[in-house]
């Protein structure tokens, strides 16, 4: 099954408050955000953000420069049936992120269990010529995955565990690591789940 069909198909079957990756809120990454600077909406993009509530946290704080990219129309459907009205002030983009071509510059990258699926060095390779490409000289990228230790599979697929120097080797010299946080995330199926978050700045 090709990536798109496997995420519709999950969306599809699933409510977005099973999925194990459902958060009530998303704090650890609006946290890290507002430590990048969130003064002067900035440019920020939810790669592979699907039904997330970050994008209701940030509307909320007043950003308005807001993109959420997905492969899975479905899951970005969830969230914009629950913003209703102010889903029309977010820019929604279906699209596979390694195939992204991006029309602008962003601020802020975040992605939450996203990067951690590629499993191939190919395509970890095209996530970030894109990310660089669509990335701003003094841009922020925020990431999290996985923890070493934690889950080997997410929504049934294999992923890529990290730790803070396993993911600084393949950012490359361009990003230095300002901060890095723990989540020990409970699913709503009551499992433990060990998530690492790293932030990133791009030198100038
Ligand atoms: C584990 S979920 C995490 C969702 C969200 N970031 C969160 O934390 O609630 C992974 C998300 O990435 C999307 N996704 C998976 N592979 C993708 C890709 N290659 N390009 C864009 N989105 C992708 C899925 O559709 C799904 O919404």
Known sequence: MSGKAHWEKVYREKSPFDVSWYQKASSISFEMMEKSGLEGQPAIIDVGGGASVLVDRLL?????????????????????????????????????????????????????????????????????????????????????????????????LDIVQYDAEKLKKVMGSEFVLTEQRNERHITPAEKLQDFGYYRFCRQV
């Open 60 to 156: 909320q704080e007043g950003l308005n420069n807001l993109t959420v990219l997905d492969i899975s129309s479905t899951g970005m459907e969830y969230a914009k049936v629950r913003l209703g009205d102010r889903a029309t002030l977010v820019n929604w983009i279906e699209s596979d992120i390694t195939e992204f071509e991006s029309p602008k510059q962003y601020d802020i990258w975040h992605d939450r269990a996203v990067f951690h699926f590629l499993t191939d060095a190919e395509m970890r390779e095209k996530y970030l010529g894109v990310m660089r490409r669509s990335l701003k000289v003094d841009g922020t990228v925020i990431i999290a995955a996985f923890a070493i230790g934690g889950p080997t599979k997410c929504s049934g």
